[in-house]
């Protein structure tokens, strides 16, 4: 351990159990010497294990629906009086789709239901910096960090409707980071992550397919969990200080990738 994160206090949104990224992110935080509350949803509070990581990290737990203003304000004051001071660094690892869990076609989807996945997944980021901008709740120099997919930036199309989400997810990283580095010298980025086996991966059609040829096509093979946290906590470090508006890539090197010989001999 580097006390990467000595003294810092954030907010951990979207861990539900030891296969999150938002999980080990805090568990990586907790040993860099952070001190932090964690969020989610009521109903994902209860379907996971938060207590688990609460206990083991010595954190509170403020269930927050991320699409609530009212619940963000109330998270972000309760954190500020927990923490005893402003906030340091931000999580966002919220990500869900509807019509992908109903088994709607994105050529025929409900819209409804992808309303609920956009805001959920996306507008909730935007909601989240709002809520922190207007309360001048980041310490300067400050990390927020969301999680995205390069299905942002090219077709897979079982990634459904959350391939739309993350690109507007990646978006307000960059319009918002703008206006809390000006005021506040606050950095906002983003982490494009391997496809990793969480619950929401998993989730996805094809996952396993998928993730097998991820692993021959990346150069440095896919990138873990663990390894998306350690990244993250390097986001949040003072060491990244000048890094802002970015969409960054955490995949092994496949985003670069054309083709690989491992992919190739498949066809020969």
Known sequence: MYNLLKGKKGIIF????EHSIAWKTAERAKEEGAEFVLTNAPASIRMGQLDVLAKKTESQIIPA???SI???ENLVEKSIEILGGKIDFVLHSIGMSVNVRKGKPYTDPNYDFTTRGWD????????TMNVLYKKKAMSNWGSIVALTYMAAQRVFPDYNDMADNKAYLESVARSFGYYFGRDFKVRVNTISQS???????NGVKGFDGFINFSEKMSPLGNASALECAE????????LTRKVTLQNLFHD?????????????ENFE
């Open 14 to 17: 979207g861990a539900l159990n």
């Open 65 to 67: 629906d991320a699409t």
């Open 70 to 72: 009212e619940d963000l």
């Open 120 to 127: 959920v997944s996306a507008v909730s980021f935007h909601k």
């Open 195 to 201: 496809p990793t086996p969480t619950t929401a991966g």
């Open 231 to 238: 990244y993250t906590i390097s986001m949040f470090s003072d």
């Open 252 to 264: 092994g090197g496949f985003s670069n990738m054309g083709v690989s010989d491992a992919v190739m």
